[in-house]
């Protein structure tokens, strides 16, 4: 399969996730709002999605896809099998007496991530309770992440991304099915959250089954943990463990903060942050997960040239796609917020303290999307102790901007330092790439994302001149009852979607028999993973 036709195949199934993740916000803000209740669900939200990463989708996924990807070429699909059944059963086994000594300890965790609830002891026990019941969900989604590696080894990207669907509807109808018979809705949608775990587990199973691949446990943990393929997959999730958990470090930084600011800030940054998601969700994350086997497989068989070439495109993909994106999201911040969240708790403060915060994030966008396109150069080559090196020179930086900016601009302040340190890493990527003669940029990419921003900023200045307009004759449109907003709001959307298309076709940035070409282009009998 093309890298074009992975990363869309990938992405609008992750953008169908991340579409049921705003009705599933939606429902957040209508039932919780930004408060007391709502950020102690959101710790305990964060707890297990914070160590998947760094066991899962991090760490583990990035040694791992390679590994199956080569052993796919090299020794066939059985033997690949069996070493993934026996890796994963190593994993889930440590993971499973991890989940248990997290709760056990679970009072002391949550008094660390988040010291600004000691003041408020209903709070803190609250989030105890709620990071109890959606810890197991760690444990379950890393099983899911292990099924959704295989599947991406195997060229299918579908099925993995649509997972997170499962989710999103389940924590949306957990006000019908949990909430009615739970405490508080906090606890009816926490309980969602670990029961979803099951259904991903299931749905991947179905489908890895369609693929004749039937993953049994292996209980001989004492004898896998000393086979040489065992032990060469975890010299190289340490790295990665480690780079993933300075990561995750950047993000226990940012809630401890953050919940020094005051009551909601954590809320705030969460409803902004996971709009920023959205694009970086769909285009850097399915850009990173279909790269990288892709990748994997040109260099196991000595085609560098196809290797860079691949790269270029992945690079120019999210350009293309990340850079408009942020700077829809600059100047459409505020009408985002209040259409998608201002309703039930959530009150207009909430709207304008969130979109502060989108701003900020968004600036970052497209440094994000570019370090995902990059990252999978050095991990398809099992160099997974660069990006260890480089993640914390990011941590110290976020953790000093974060330090001195909150001081003057609260919850704002952090989500600027994030952007901050984003710059920081995409410069590192970009300087370590070229320095070890893995890629570097051409000067005709150079120029096409040059176009891209221009385009783009010609772009914003269209729709932020007609929303300026609407505001005065209508003396303030976001005002108006939602379905008034929302045909205003479209109508922008449409401008700058027509607007980027004909500045980009004249620049030269974007060619739409190109891509209908990539999109509808069908698959040779007997392909190979890429071509």
Same mark, same amino acid.
């Given at each position: 399969m093309s890298l074009f036709k992975s990363i869309a195949t990938f992405g609008s199934f992750t953008l169908l996730s991340r579409i049921t993740g705003f009705f599933r916000d939606m429902v957040l803000a209508n039932f919780l709002g930004a408060g007391a209740v709502s950020d102690a669900f959101f710790v305990a939200?964060?707890?297990?999605n914070c160590f998947r990463s760094l066991f899962a989708e991090g760490a583990f996924t990035s040694a791992f896809v390679p590994m199956v990807s080569q052993k796919l070429v090299s020794d066939g699909k059985e033997k690949s099998m069996l070493f993934s059944a026996k890796a994963i059963s190593v994993l *889930?086994?440590?993971?499973?007496?991890?989940? &248990?000594?997290?709760? &056990?300890?679970?009072?002391? !965790?949550?008094?660390?991530? *988040?010291?600004?609830? *000691?003041?408020?002891?209903?709070?803190?026990?609250?989030?105890?309770?709620?990071?109890?019941?959606?810890?197991?969900?760690?444990?379950?989604?890393?099983?899911?992440?292990? $099924?959704?590696?295989?599947?991406?080894?195997?060229?299918?990207?579908?099925?993995?991304?649509s997972a997170p669907v499962i989710l999103n509807l389940m924590m949306i109808f957990s006000v019908f099915i949990f909430t009615p018979f739970s405490i508080t809705p906090?606890?009816? @949608?926490?309980?969602? !959250?670990?029961?979803?775990?099951?259904?991903e587990i299931f749905w991947l199973s179905y489908f890895l089954r369609r693929e004749g691949v039937?993953?049994?446990? $292996?209980?001989?943990?004492?004898?896998?943990?000393?086979?040489?393929? %065992?032990?060469?997959?975890?010299?190289?999730?340490?790295?990665?463990?480690l780079g993933a958990g300075i990561y995750q470090i950047n993000m226990f930084v940012d809630t401890v903060l953050v919940s020094l600011v005051g009551t909601g800030a954590i809320s705030w940054l969460y409803y902004a942050n996971r709009m920023q998601q959205l694009p970086l969700g769909v285009v850097g994350a399915a850009i990173g997960v279909a790269l990288l086997p892709i990748l994997s497989h040109h260099l196991k068989t000595g085609e560098t040239e196809e290797a860079r070439q691949t790269q270029d495109k992945a690079v120019e993909y999210g350009a293309l796609f990340s850079i408009p994106a942020a700077v829809a999201l600059v100047v459409l911040a505020e009408p985002i917020i209040n259409i998608l969240f201002q309703h039930g708790k959530f009150?207009?403060?909430d709207t304008t303290m969130t979109s502060r915060a989108l701003i900020a994030y968004a600036v970052g966008l497209?440094?994000?999307?570019?370090?995902?396109?990059?990252?999978?150069?050095?991990?398809?080559?099992?160099?997974?102790?660069?990006?260890?090196?480089?993640?914390?020179v990011v941590l110290i930086a976020n953790l000093i901007g974060s330090l001195v900016l909150m001081r003057f601009y609260g919850h704002v302040g952090i989500a600027a330092a994030t952007t901050i340190a984003a710059f920081i890493s995409l410069y590192q990527? !970009?300087?370590?790439?070229?320095?070890?003669?893995?890629?570097?940029?051409?000067?005709?990419? @150079?120029?096409?994302? %040059?176009?891209?921003? &221009?385009?783009? !900023? %010609?772009?914003?200045?269209?729709?932020?001149?007609?929303?300026?307009?609407?505001d005065r004759g209508l003396h303030g449109w976001l005002d108006l009852n939602l379905l008034p907003r929302l045909l205003i709001f479209g109508l922008l959307c449409i401008l700058g979607v027509a607007t980027f298309a004909v500045m980009a076709k004249l620049t030269g940035?974007?060619? &739409?028999?190109? %891509?209908?070409?990539?999109?509808?282009?069908?698959?040779?009998?007997?392909?190979?993973?890429?071509?």
């Open positions: 939200f964060k707890l297990p *889930a086994f440590f993971l499973a007496f991890f989940v &248990i000594l997290m709760e &056990i300890f679970m009072p002391w !965790v949550v008094r660390i991530l *988040a010291p600004g609830f *000691a003041e408020n002891g209903g709070m803190i026990d609250l989030a105890i309770t709620l990071s109890r019941i959606t810890f197991p969900f760690l444990l379950l989604v890393s099983i899911v992440s292990f $099924q959704s590696g295989i599947l991406n080894s195997l060229g299918k990207f579908a099925a993995p991304a906090a606890h009816g @949608i926490a309980i969602s !959250v670990t029961f979803a775990g099951l259904l039937r993953i049994r446990p $292996q209980y001989n943990i004492p004898a896998i943990v000393r086979e040489p393929d %065992i032990r060469t997959l975890f010299k190289r999730i340490a790295p990665g463990i009150n207009a403060t497209p440094l994000y999307v570019l370090v995902k396109a990059l990252t999978p150069n050095f991990f398809a080559r099992g160099d997974t102790r660069t990006p260890v090196k480089y993640s914390i990527y !970009v300087r370590g790439l070229k320095k070890r003669a893995y890629w570097q940029f051409s000067a005709g990419l @150079i120029k096409k994302i %040059i176009m891209i921003t &221009i385009s783009s !900023v %010609i772009m914003g200045l269209a729709m932020l001149g007609a929303e300026w307009g609407i940035v974007l060619c &739409i028999s190109d %891509i209908i070409g990539l999109l509808t282009k069908k698959r040779k009998k007997n392909a190979k993973i890429s071509t």
